[in-house]
C-alpha cells in the first residue's frame, strides 16, 4: 500500500550538494510514529544508514555523516529529500528511501523505494 520513489540527478561534481527527494504515496509522513529513512549502498559494500526525518519533523543523523547532511520534508507534498554537501567520489551510491517505526538505523523498514544510483564524478 505504501509506496516510495526516490528522485533526482544521478550525476554530481565533487565537491557540490547532492539532492534527492523521495515521493510517498499511499501514507503520510506526519502519521505517528513513523520515520522516513535515507540509505546508501556504495558499489560492492553494504548498506549505511544515513539519517531520517520523523513524523514530528525531528531529524536524526548518523554521526559520520551529520556535518555534511541535511534532512527535510514538505508535507504538503508528502515528500522528504536529503541533501548531502562537499560530496566526494566515494559517495557515489545507490541511494534508498525507507519507512521505519524507528528513528536510528535499518531495523524495521516495511517499506522502501527501489533505489537511485548517484554518481559523483568530475
Known amino acids: 500500500q505504501v509506496q516510495l520513489q526516490e528522485s533526482g540527478p544521478g550525476l554530481v561534481k565533487p565537491s557540490q550538494t547532492l539532492s534527492l527527494t523521495c515521493i510517498v504515496s499511499?501514507?503520510?509522513?506526519?502519521?505517528?510514529?513513523?520515520?522516513w529513512h535515507w540509505i546508501r549502498q556504495p558499489p560492492g559494500k553494504g548498506l549505511e544508514w544515513m539519517g531520517a526525518?520523523?513524523?514530528?519533523?525531528?531529524?536524526y543523523y548518523n554521526p559520520s555523516l551529520k556535518s555534511h547532511t541535511s534532512i527535510s520534508r514538505d508535507t504538503s507534498k508528502g515528500q522528504f529529500s536529503l541533501q548531502l554537501s562537499s560530496v566526494t567520489p566515494e559517495d557515489t551510491a545507490v541511494y534508498y528511501c525507507?519507512?521505519?517505526?524507528?528513528?536510528?538505523?535499518?531495523?524495521?523498514?516495511?517499506?522502501w523505494g527501489q533505489g537511485t544510483q548517484v554518481t559523483v564524478s568530475s
Open positions: 525507507a519507512r521505519d517505526l524507528f528513528p536510528t538505523g535499518i531495523t524495521l523498514m516495511d517499506y
Open positions: 499511499g501514507g503520510s509522513i506526519t502519521t505517528a510514529y513513523y520515520h
Open positions: 526525518i520523523a513524523y514530528d519533523g525531528n531529524t
